[in-house]
């Protein structure tokens, strides 16, 4: 049974109504993007934390870290919001708490958003953002990247992308409740629909739309599910089984096994979308980060 605490936040995610159509079948996206903001204004930052503003390849983007961060180690991380909301602001709090359990520094990257920049300027921007730390004198074996939903996903495409270019692999990825079918097929689409407070298939859809702009929904750095994953680094992959992104985490991890990839997939039960993002409030979330540190200490 899930913590009275993860309850509690469900029941006021509930009220909020989640990714909500306005009734011409669009997205509010300016909404959106104030209400994400909103949210994760008060947000708690373990005690310590240095947030550094910078540029990373022409985007900006903020170093995350603790006291005893290890400057060879690094984090780089890609916020959710369905490609289109999210940001710094909106996910500093859960990098830095991952980045701590690790003792490593953490990057969050301010990657351009659809619909104004739909795709590839995503996957251009986070695969820039790696350049850049190899450029710093930052080794492969130092870096590890990961990302929670659109992040998520983003991860995936990110580690296609920069296979296919001969750029060296990171040692490891972290993938938290990962969007990786932009056509919304998977069974728990509908089957946890009424579990799932915050995305349901209709404005994940409007939201793909809105990043495909013309491209195809099947293009493998788009949906990394239609991605040969042959080659990728060790993954450790965290979702909730109350969500509708359910089976976008196990079909992805079916895949990359399949492609002899080393991943790991860890569901929570009675979970919801990306609760890691409720620590420190909720005991589950604070587990899970965890879990996510130890990975990332093992790997890099």
């Known amino acids: 049974m899930p913590s009275e605490a993860h309850?509690?936040?469900v029941n006021l995610l509930r009220e909020s109504g989640g990714i909500g159509?306005?009734?011409d079948g669009s997205l509010d996206v300016a909404a959106m993007r104030e209400g994400m903001e909103a949210m994760t204004a008060t947000a708690e930052?373990?005690?310590?934390?240095?947030?550094t503003p910078c540029e990373v390849a022409r985007r900006p983007a903020e170093w995350v870290e603790g006291p005893d961060a290890d400057a060879s180690r690094v984090l780089l991380y890609f916020h959710g919001g369905g490609y289109v909301i999210g940001s710094i602001a909106t996910h500093r709090g859960l990098v830095a708490r991952i980045a701590r359990v690790a003792g490593i520094r953490g990057l969050v990257l301010d990657y351009r958003l659809a619909p104004e920049h739909p795709f590839p300027a995503a996957v251009e921007d986070a695969t820039a953002a790696y350049r850049f730390l190899l450029e710093q004198g930052i080794t492969p074996e130092g870096i590890a990247i990961g990302g929670d939903s659109a992040g998520g996903g983003l991860t995936f495409a990110t580690l296609v992308a920069l296979r296919d270019s001969g750029i060296p692999l990171p040692a490891a990825a972290i993938a938290l409740s990962p969007?990786?079918?932009?056509?919304?097929t998977g069974e728990s689409m509908s089957s946890k629909a009424d579990a799932d407070p915050m995305v349901g298939r209709e404005g994940l859809l409007e939201m793909a739309r809105l990043y495909l702009g013309e491209a195809d929904p099947k293009t493998p750095t788009a949906a990394p599910l239609h991605a040969d994953l042959a080659g990728l680094p060790p993954l450790y992959v965290q979702v909730g089984t109350a969500e509708t992104l359910l089976d976008d985490a196990t079909r992805i991890a079916e895949r990359a096994r399949a492609a002899g990839v080393q991943i790991e997939l860890e569901p929570f039960e009675d979970l919801v979308h990306v609760f890691q993002a409720f620590a420190p409030h909720v005991p589950e979330s604070l587990e899970a980060i965890e879990k996510l540190g130890a990975f990332l200490k093992r790997q890099l």
């Open 45 to 51: 930052l373990p005690e310590g934390t240095r947030c």
């Open 21 to 23: 159509l306005e009734p």
């Open 7 to 9: 309850e509690s936040i």
């Open 179 to 184: 969007w990786v079918d932009l056509e919304g």
